[in-house]
Structures are given as structure tokens and as C-alpha cells.
């Protein structure tokens, strides 16, 4: 199944690559579990963000992130996805938080505009997708183009 990729450059999305390894993916008009949550955390923490993912299994939450604009960590660094924006996103921070063994475990990431009632796309980048495969999270839960996606590692 060809799927593509995009990134934003410029503020206009391109298409650019089509993943290269076999994946699952799902759409869904309904939010995916803790979304609410994610989007709660990144309103609280009211950074112009307002990005938080929460790493979730069998209905509990196992940890919950949200995007540092200033801080940085050396796994973000690791899996930078742009050299010069290494600022600790809401993916890796959820990640570093963790307090065990993530394998199995899935994570939604949420980011809810000022009113608190529409979304922001949340996709995440190639540096956090790969951090989230290497950590044996099996799907990746995000709002992206008005509708919910799933991937499945
Ligand atoms: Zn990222």
C-alpha cells in the first residue's frame, strides 16, 4: 500500500517520499484514546505548542509528554529530525519520562487550538516516528488533515 509521507515546509505540506517498509495505517473520524487527555495537557502547559502525547496500554496511562521549546535532551538529538531544531518534542519527552519497558504500549499525540475544540495536526515527525518504533511502541494514534490516523509498527 503506498502512503504518503508530508512534512510541512514553508507552511505548505508536500508530498515527498512514500514509506519504503511494509505498515499498517487506519483513519478513523473518532478520536483515538487519550486524545482528550494530550490535548488537555498541551492547553495546561500553554507553551504556543500545545503539543502533548500520552503513551497508553490496555487503557492506562503509562506516561504523558508534552513539547519543551527550549529544553533538549540527547535522545532528541539522537533522532533529530532538523539539526538546528533539536528542542525536545512532546513524542520524546513522554519517552524519556517512562518508567519501564515501553514494548507494546501505543501513544496518541494531541495538540487542540486556543478554544479547546478543533485540532491541530499532530503527525509526527520522521525523528519521533523512528524513536517510537526503536522503543517497541506498536501504534502511533494523531489528528492530521481532519480526520484521526493511525500507524501500526
Ligand atoms: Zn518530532
Redesign the pocket.
Known amino acids: 500500500m503506498a502512503i504518503h509521507n508530508v512534512r510541512h515546509t514553508c507552511n505548505k505540506r508536500v508530498e515527498y517520499v512514500e514509506f519504503t517498509s511494509p505498515i499498517h495505517f487506519s483513519v478513523s473520524t473518532e478520536k483515538p484514546p487519550f486524545f482528550d487527555l494530550a490535548c488537555e495537557i498541551g492547553l495546561e502547559k500553554n507553551n504556543r505548542y500545545r503539543i502533548a502525547a500520552v503513551i497508553y496500554q490496555k487503557g492506562r496511562v503509562i506516561s504523558h509528554g508534552w513539547n519543551q521549546p527550549t529544553k533538549t535532551h540527547p535522545m532528541q538529538a539522537r533522532y533529530k ?1 532538523r539539526a538546528e531544531r533539536v528542542f525536545m ?1 512532546a ?1 520524546i519527552h513522554a519517552l524519556v519520562r517512562a518508567r519501564q519497558d515501553l514494548s507494546g504500549c501505543s501513544i496518541t499525540i494531541g495538540r487542540a487550538h486556543k478554544n479547546g475544540l478543533t485540532f491541530g495536526d499532530t503527525r ?2 520522521n ?2 516516528r523512528d524513536a517510537i518504533k526503536d522503543e517497541g511502541i506498536r501504534a502511533v494514534n494523531y489528528y492530521y488533515g481532519g480526520r484521526f490516523e493511525t500507524e501500526y509498527f
Do not use: F, K, L
Open positions: 529530525n518534542h513524542e509526527p515527525c525523528g519521533c
